[in-house]
């Protein structure tokens, strides 16, 4: 994919290591994203719901998925296209995310939840790229 060559080098890839929820009814989510030079990406206030949902899909199971979830997979067939990547970064106070598509063309989709994005990336097994300025180191216990 041609798209953004030159800013991957901005990003590091990361892997999901752990997803829950920051209250103890499951309101608000926390996921914890790792480098692998081991250092930390640490993203809460998204729903518990888009929480339970990842912990679904990173464990493999595609039984529950939300009707959004089959509208984009029909769409990226009829349109011949498939989720590659995405990036998360800041914006002003919040996290977004660009989904990059390629196919018969080259997609990017700007500007959207980070939570929506990387729930996305892990149904999908796609990668995950964080720009390098929210990487932290990991922190002993």
């Known amino acids: 994919m041609k798209i953004d060559q030159k800013i991957d080098s901005d990003y590091e890839s990361v892997k999901i290591t752990h997803v829950g929820f920051v209250d103890p009814y499951g309101v608000e989510g926390i996921l914890v ?5 081991n250092k930390e990406f640490h993203m809460r206030a998204f729903s518990g719901e888009v929480a339970k949902h990842i912990t679904s899909f ?5 039984d529950t998925v939300p009707t959004v979830y089959n509208m984009l997979e029909e769409i990226c067939e009829i349109s011949e296209m498939l989720l590659v990547k995405i990036k998360v970064y800041e914006s002003g106070s919040v996290l ?17 939840r980070a939570s929506d994005a990387v729930a996305l990336a892990s149904f999908y097994n796609t990668p995950i790229l964080v720009r390098k300025n929210l990487l932290k180191e990991k922190m002993e216990a």
């Not at 994203?33 to 030079?37: E, G, I, K, P, Y």
């Not at 598509?101 to 989709?109: A, C, I, Y």
């Open 33 to 37: 994203m790792r480098s692998v030079d």
């Open 58 to 62: 990173v464990n493999g199971q595609r």
């Open 96 to 112: 977004r995310a660009n989904l990059y598509f390629t196919g018969k063309k080259d997609v990017v989709m700007r500007n959207y």
